[in-house]
């Protein structure tokens, strides 16, 4: 799945450095927002998910914090490998009945050993 | 794990013609999606589909653009006369409930004459 583009905005860091990724969405009323990894050739892969009724979820080694005040989602990424290159994505839900989401533009990572 | 799969991972299609994509979502889920993505942009909400109806689709999704559940285990989605801006990647995604987060495919990149 290729979703690189020349504007894509890119993070570098060194393996074993902790990664922010940061994401500003759209709809107040959205419910539920996801964090996806695209790697080339391959469809998103979930990540992490967090709903509106909270503000921070952590999963393994990955932490998401949710900031409904300014509309911010940050996924952190702790003791970066090599392995978490790849496009990063958020997605917000639109429809809290059949689920739709919208996603961001999305942040590629760059990981250097 | 199970896993969505898509068929064919590439697709070639003269335009004007018509093109079927095939997708088999996890074999419990009811809820089923199609996206698509240009290259270089984000993923965008095509259809959503639930109890054998469409549940909402986009401003993408016009006349040209159908989906169907012809059996218990197959997701498709048909453009009857291809245009050369349907040109991207197209995503298949399912849940068994709307409070999962949606699993993806790894595409079909369909690339128009």
């Known amino acids: 799945g290729e979703s690189v583009g020349l504007h894509l905005p890119t993070l570098s860091v060194q393996e074993g450095d902790n990664s922010i990724i940061n994401c500003a969405y759209s709809?107040?009323?959205?419910?539920?927002f996801i964090w996806y990894k695209q790697e080339s050739g391959k469809g998103p892969q979930f990540i992490i998910d967090i709903r509106s009724n909270m503000d921070k979820r952590q999963g393994q080694r990955v932490t998401v914090l949710l900031n409904k005040t300014v509309k911010h989602l940050s996924l952190q990424i702790a003791a970066t490998q090599p392995g978490d290159s790849a496009v990063y994505f958020c997605?917000?839900?639109?429809?809290?009945?059949?689920?739709?989401?919208?996603f961001g533009t999305g942040t590629r990572l760059l990981v250097s050993p | 794990e199970p896993e969505v799969t898509q068929t064919p991972s590439h697709q070639v299609t003269q335009m004007g013609q018509e093109v079927i994509l095939r997708c088999v979502p996890i074999s419990n889920h009811l809820y089923f999606y199609w996206y698509r993505q240009i290259l270089g942009q984000k993923v965008e909400f095509l259809v959503s589909?639930?109890?054998?109806?469409?549940?909402?689709k986009s401003e993408i999704f016009d006349d040209q653009f159908s989906v169907e559940r012809p059996d218990g285990s197959n997701f498709t989605l048909k453009i009857r006369s291809t245009k050369l801006e349907d040109s991207a990647m197209y995503f298949c995604a399912s849940i068994l409930n709307s409070n999962q987060p949606q699993h993806f495919g790894d595409g079909t990149r369909l690339s128009i004459l």
């Open positions: 589909f639930y109890n054998n109806e469409i549940s909402e």
């Open positions: 997605a917000e839900n639109m429809n809290t009945g059949f689920q739709k989401l919208v």
């Open positions: 709809n107040s009323a959205s419910d539920y």
